[in-house]
């Protein structure tokens, strides 16, 4: 039987589409590159051949540690030919942060920038680096006229690894949650399906390229099925609006894939200003809760209702409310195709009712593998086959699912996961800290917000805005508190565990809601 790979689905689509135009970048808001799908197909031949001349192999895997730019694009894609596995990372990441990912990871090689050069050799000197300046104009980097398209294909099997998302787990250190083919394959088909997402499509990709999200659901979805993806280097309001408006040179944009705090920000800078949005015909919003209040705003102002969805880094997207049908604010809508769900009691493992709070498990094909190098936390995650999600949730009488906490004390802020844990080890280090305790609490701009309740020895002088800049000095900011509160002591049981809870209420007596993929 003929096993299809992420690659060989590309090469088709590339073909297919050949003489259309694959991909527009902005840089500032405006064109910097064009890129038809032949093209595409050329340059991530070349870039194989470049790997390969560089020694990697199937299997082999490949850190990205460089800015959202076309050359990072093809980049991976070149990679997903290979049979080689993707491994990006955060390009605002920290020493300490990269130090345990590249040292877990385990790559062959790593792609980064210039400034990034000592960083990475501090680390480990015998890491195959390439260095590439991706703030340069693609067309100015001339690996790509001077390799060979010419590579030597790899038998790549539905089983093979193709990506791994790091995603932070429960004791602080990430867990690189392992995506072979037949994951990604099945994930991308089911959104271009159940989205109708076509050749007609123009996608506007204003998503980071290291999640799930920005890589996953929107640009593989928007290749594989012969889209024109307008792909901004950042986020900005103003340019994300411009490529809304009704047209962007030839193109109109069809689809807008985004998280809440984004739609805030957008919504933000609209304000009464009214603007025409008909020709936009998907707007999807997840990663994050969707508050009711912003869900009627993005109706006002966009003219339809968004489509809230749910993934995870290791399912890719489970529910989504439907493209034609009732949508429902505040659910996560229903599962897709071929995806088991059961809501079972945390502690007894049986089956809840419909409308009672349990457990989500799915069973499904893009549901990882496990986690790499990780077989305890692996074990601890599956039940006979079912992914156990941590996250607590509902459904209702017409399907729809609801989540509405979670197990996990993981924070979503702005759409990226974080371990509490990994930000209380760095506090603690502070010389005049004896412990501390991060959580997130509700925030409109965020989603969850991150805070910390801090204990010090009597007499210290240090501040809360010492420790904020020490968080800052060693982690990517949306890990660091945006809060900082100084108590004599942190709320215990009896047997002298943190009340996570009870620590929340030291800040304006909020609590917490669920934030998700």
Known sequence: MFEESLGDLFRKSF?????NNAITFLRNGKVETEISYIELDRHTNRMAHGFQTLGIKKGDRVILFIQKSLFLVVSHLALQKLGAVSVPLNPGFKKSEMKYLILDAKAKAILSEPAKEALIRDIDPNLTNLVIDSQKPYHDIDIFNVISEKFIPNKIKSDDPGLIIYTSGTTGKPKGAILTQKNLIHNVRNIINIWEITNSDVLCHALPLFHIHGLCFALHTALMAG????????FSPDRILSVLGKEHRQYITTIFMAVPAMYVKLLNNVGEKKLDFEHLRLCTSGSAPLLPKDFKRIKRVFGKEPVEREGMSETGMNFSNPLKGKRKPGSIGLPLPDLEVKIVDPNTFEVMPQGQQGEIWLNGPAITSGYWRKQEETALAFDNGWFRTGDIGRID???????????????????????PKEVEILINRIGDVVESSVVGIPDEKWGEKVVAAVVLKPGSMVK???????????????????????????????????????????????????AHL
Request: proline residues 3%.
């Open 15 to 19: 073909l297919t589409h050949k003489k």
């Open 227 to 234: 889209s024109v993806v307008l792909m901004l280097d950042e």
């Open 397 to 419: 009488e017409d399907g729809y699912y609801y989540l509405t906490d979670r197990i996990k004390h993981i924070i979503n802020s702005g759409g990226e996961n974080m371990s």
């Open 464 to 514: 809360s805005d010492d420790i904020k800049k020490f968080c800052n000095d060693h982690l990517h900011s949306w890990k660091c508190p945006k809060e900082v509160v100084l108590p004599k002591k942190l709320p215990k049981n009896t047997m002298g565990k943190i009340l996570k809870e009870s620590v929340k209420k030291l800040f304006n007596g909020q609590t917490t809601q669920v």
